[in-house]
C-alpha cells in the first residue's frame, strides 16, 4: 500500500475565530473499543453524532428535528483514543449550503487527535430537503464564516471488471439486525461504520483516514452484500442491496 502522507487527504476547516463552538466531555468505554483497545470507528462516529445533537440541543434548537448525514470523513495523523481515555470533543459548523451544512469536529485524548468532518442535509417532515431555517443560521451563520460547502459525492463506483494482475473483488452477505435501525426504520449511519470495522480486523489494518458518503437508505428487510477491493490506496468498500449501491467507503491505512 501507499507510504502514509503526514498531511490530511481532506479539508480542515480551523476553528472559527468567531461564532459558535460547543465542547463536551466523554471517555472511550470498553462498548466502544476493539481487542487492540482502539476506539472503533462506529463509537467514535456515534460520539461525534451525539455532541451535535447536544450542541442543537444547547443552542436552544430542536435536537429531533430530522438530519440525514451525506458524507463522513476521519482522519488520524498520529495514535488513536483507547480504552479508559478521557475525551473532548469540539464541534462547530465549518460550512453551508441552501439544504445541508458541514459540521467539524475534533476529538482529543491525552495521547491522539482525530479530527472529522460530516455533511448533513436538513429534512422537511415528509424527508425531502428543506432549506435552513432563519433560527439555524442565527445561530451557526457565524462560525460558517461565508463558507459553502458541497453535498456532492465523489467517490468511485464498484469497478465492472478488473485486470488479471489487478485488485480482486470480494463479495460476502452483511445480516442487518432490528438494533442497527433507526428511527426513519433505516440503519442507522454509524451502524454502517461496522463492516468497515469489520474488514480492517480480517486484514488486521488500522485506519489513519476512513470517508463514507451515503448514497441511499439501507432498510430492515434489505439483504445486503458487501464489495470490497484492496488497492496500493488503501481499502474501498460498497455496501450494496438489490445492485444499487447504498453507501460506499475509502480507508487510507
Not at 435536537?63 to 488520524?76: D, F, I, L, Q
Not at 482525530?114 to 442565527?138: K, M, N, Q, S, Y
Not at 458487501?226 to 475509502?250: F, K, M, N, P, Y
Amino acid at each position: 500500500m501507499a507510504k502514509p502522507s503526514p498531511l490530511p487527504p481532506m479539508e480542515l476547516v480551523d476553528f472559527p475565530g468567531c461564532g459558535r463552538r460547543f465542547t463536551s466531555t466523554a471517555r472511550v468505554r470498553f462498548g466502544d473499543t476493539d481487542p487492540q483497545r482502539r476506539l472503533r470507528l462506529d463509537a467514535l462516529t456515534r460520539l461525534v453524532q451525539d455532541a451535535g445533537n447536544d450542541d442543537l440541543a444547547d443552542a436552544g434548537l430542536d435536537p429531533a428535528s430530522p438530519w440525514v448525514v451525506r458524507r463522513t470523513s476521519v482522519w488520524v495523523p498520529g495514535a488513536w483514543p483507547s480504552l479508559g481515555e478521557p475525551l473532548t470533543v469540539t464541534t462547530f459548523c465549518a460550512g453551508l449550503g441552501s439544504r445541508w451544512g458541514e459540521r467539524r469536529t475534533t476529538v482529543t485524548s491525552p495521547g491522539a487527535v482525530v479530527e472529522v468532518a460530516a455533511v448533513w442535509i436538513h429534512l422537511d417532515a415528509h424527508g425531502r430537503p428543506a432549506r435552513l431555517t432563519d433560527p439555524f443560521l442565527d445561530v451557526y451563520g457565524l462560525s460558517a464564516a461565508g463558507r459553502s460547502t458541497s453535498s456532492r459525492l465523489r467517490h468511485r463506483g464498484i469497478p465492472v471488471a478488473t485486470p488479471p494482475s489487478g485488485p480482486t473483488l470480494h463479495r460476502r452477505p452483511w445480516p442487518l439486525r432490528s438494533s442497527d435501525l433507526d428511527v426513519f426504520g433505516h440503519v442507522n449511519n454509524t451502524a454502517l461504520w461496522m463492516p468497515i470495522e469489520d474488514e480492517l480486523a480480517r486484514r488486521h489494518l488500522v485506519p489513519r483516514f476512513a470517508e463514507v458518503e451515503y448514497r441511499a437508505p439501507v432498510a430492515a428487510d434489505d439483504e445486503v452484500e458487501l464489495v470490497t477491493e484492496v488497492d496500493d490506496e488503501g481499502l474501498h468498500l460498497w455496501i450494496t442491496a438489490g445492485g444499487d449501491t447504498r453507501a460506499s467507503a475509502r480507508v487510507l491505512v
